[in-house]
């Protein structure tokens, strides 16, 4: 039994291998996607314009002005005139933010009242206006703080967790590996059987002396294999070039990351199964690989989802080891934190295994 499934394991990674072009597939597009997509999805906000409606034209609001047009985040900074021409500005997309002093803000600062500054920003881009908003309100702490408690300002130090420079990269890297990993585990198994019966190999199988469990497991073990080396890449390149911390337990992840492929695979080997080309079967791994990453958590949280799409997302295996790989990078998830996501991806492999070995019996009856 184990010299049929060791030849059927060499057999299907021959397949995989064979082709030159294929060897270069597996490693360089990984690889320039994880690059590509870590640069390229960044939560920065820079070079952005803003207005400045004065109507005080006191020494307080020039100071904040020349602090704002100091700041490397924002790129011109713009006066307004009159709330016509802060409107137009706006609508026109001219500036994101308009920061509004009102006439007495110089004033209420010099005789230490609480003096405010209103914000009003473009909600067409609600994620960068939120940047902003936070860029600039940032600046007014730092001002608070120098003005000291006697204006009736206060000040606060904010502390971030795990992130303490707020470095898109510590957040998108993790994601990223669970991304591409999840698109590249799923790509390859749903196109194992497709292949067979696109080329006409599958009527060989079915007279073959191999068993069912020996060809379904001589199928999904190639792409685990490949899996486990592409996610070392990506375990050894974030750290190395984009110098996010992994503070976490490598064997863990390593852990973690077997019963994810097992899942993934159980879930491309129903895509497999059902469909009858590889072109078939590549459409089919996009059905399933976009909503998986939708509702991993890896755009948007989860917990801000419908109730019921936070139901739904229990059984993306994504979405659990998403938390695993967030936890182990950024901040050394315990071990029992790290088995209490895994458990779930050992249910989701164990239930889609099954089900593929069943309709792949029926398949080939």
């Known amino acids: 039994m184990l ?68 700041s490397p985040n924002f790129r011109e900074i713009r006066p307004i005139h009159s709330a016509g021409a802060m409107r137009r500005a706006i609508d026109n997309q001219e500036v994101l933010a308009v ?67 707020l470095d898109y990269l510590w957040f998108t890297m993790p994601g990223l590996l669970v991304v591409i990993t999840t698109v590249l585990g799923l790509g390859l198994t749903a196109q194992t059987v ?26 999904m073990v190639p792409p685990v294999l490949v899996g486990f080396f592409d996610a070392t890449l990506y375990v ?13 337990s490598v064997p863990l992840l390593y852990l973690s990351l077997l019963f994810y492929l097992l899942a993934l695979v159980g879930v491309g080997m129903l895509v497999s199964s059902i469909a009858q080309t590889q072109q078939q079967a590549f459409l089919g791994m996009f059905l399933v690989a976009v909503p998986a990453i939708l509702l991993s958590g890896y755009a948007s949280p989860v917990d801000n989802m419908p109730g019921w799409l936070q139901i739904v997302a229990q059984g993306n295996p994504s979405k659990h080891f998403l938390v695993v790989s967030e936890g182990i990078f950024l901040k050394a998830m315990p071990p029992g934190d790290v088995l209490a996501n895994t458990w779930p991806l050992g249910l989701i492999a164990v239930v889609t295994l099954a089900a593929s070995a069943i309709l792949f019996r029926a398949r080939m009856e």
């Open 3 to 70: 010299g049929r499934l060791f030849a059927m394991i060499v057999k299907e990674l021959l397949a995989i291998l064979r082709d030159p072009r294929a060897r270069i597939i597996l490693i360089v597009p990984p690889t320039v996607q994880l690059v590509v997509l870590g640069l390229a999805t960044t939560l920065e906000v820079k070079n952005v314009d803003i207005g400045i409606f004065d109507r005080d034209g006191g020494a307080w609001s020039r100071e904040f002005s020349e602090r704002l047009a100091g």
């Open 99 to 165: 920061v509004v002093f009102g006439q007495g803000f110089s004033g209420d600062i010099a005789a230490g009242r609480p003096a405010e500054v209103q914000l009003i920003l473009d909600g067409r881009r609600s994620n960068a206006a939120q940047i902003v908003s936070g860029y600039i309100f940032a600046i007014a702490e730092g001002l608070s703080g120098e003005l000291g408690s006697g204006t009736g300002l206060t000040s606060s130090i904010t502390t971030h967790w795990f992130n303490p420079n």
């Open 194 to 219: 497709a292949r067979e019966r696109e080329l006409g190999t599958f009527d060989q199988l079915m007279v073959s002396p191999l068993r069912v469990p020996e060809i379904l497991v001589g199928k």
């Open 236 to 248: 050894i390149i974030i750290p190395a070039i984009f110098g996010v911390p992994l503070r976490g």
